[in-house]
Structures are given as structure tokens and as C-alpha cells.
């Protein structure tokens, strides 16, 4: 399974940005996809996830923010990132889950946010 995450750029706080994350198969055979953060020197963290079923979560920092949705027929799942702020810079990772368990990851695509 390959993740191909695209849409990350450089913006200005308050701006907004999609991230898109296409999978090599349908979305529909995974339990759940998420995205993923990683802040310079900081650890990897959870920002949302979307179940086959459309039960989204978020961490509370882009609670109001963020959205994440997913369109089955393209394979893909997205992340609309409104009212960035200077925190919010980090590179981005999708992820995929299989109703088994395992794991499958995308390259990252950074954002950074910049006045």
C-alpha cells in the first residue's frame, strides 16, 4: 500500500491549506486514516482520523480548525486547515489502518506557517 500526502506549503498565520492523502487502494478496506504531526524536536502526534464508518476525532489544538473528510471513490483523504498559526508548523504524515492492524505510512509533507 503506498500513501502519497501532497498540499503542504509555506503560509501566513490566519491562511488556510488542504492536505490530501491518496492511497494506493480503496480507503474503504482500512478501519481507520489518520494524520499525523511531527514539530521540529518535538514527538509525532495525532491530529484526526476518519473511520470507514465517518467517525472523526481531533486533538484539541485544531479542534474548530481542522477538518478532515474523505471521498471513497478518489481513495483519498483530506485535511482542510483553517486559521493556521506558527504552532501548527510540522510535517504532516498520513496513516492508514487495517481492520487487522497494521500500519502503513506516507511520506511527510511540511508546513510551515510564517509571517
Known amino acids: 500500500v503506498q500513501l502519497q500526502a501532497s498540499g503542504g506549503g509555506v503560509v501566513q498565520p490566519g491562511d488556510s491549506l488542504r492536505l490530501s492523502c491518496a492511497a494506493s487502494?480503496?480507503?474503504?478496506?482500512?478501519?481507520?486514516m489518520a494524520w499525523y504531526r511531527q514539530a521540529p524536536g518535538k514527538q509525532r502526534e495525532l491530529v484526526s482520523t476518519?473511520?470507514?464508518?465517518?467517525?472523526?476525532t481531533y486533538v484539541d489544538s485544531v479542534k474548530g480548525r481542522f477538518t478532515i473528510s474523505a471521498d471513497n471513490a478518489k481513495s483519498t483523504v483530506y485535511l482542510q486547515m483553517n486559521s493556521l498559526k506558527p504552532e501548527d508548523i510540522a510535517v504532516y504524515y498520513c496513516n492508514a489502518a487495517e481492520f487487522g492492524g497494521l500500519l502503513y505510512w506516507g511520506k511527510g509533507t511540511l508546513v510551515t506557517v510564517s509571517s
Open positions: 476518519i473511520t470507514s464508518g465517518g467517525t472523526t
Open positions: 487502494r480503496s480507503i474503504l478496506t482500512f478501519s481507520r
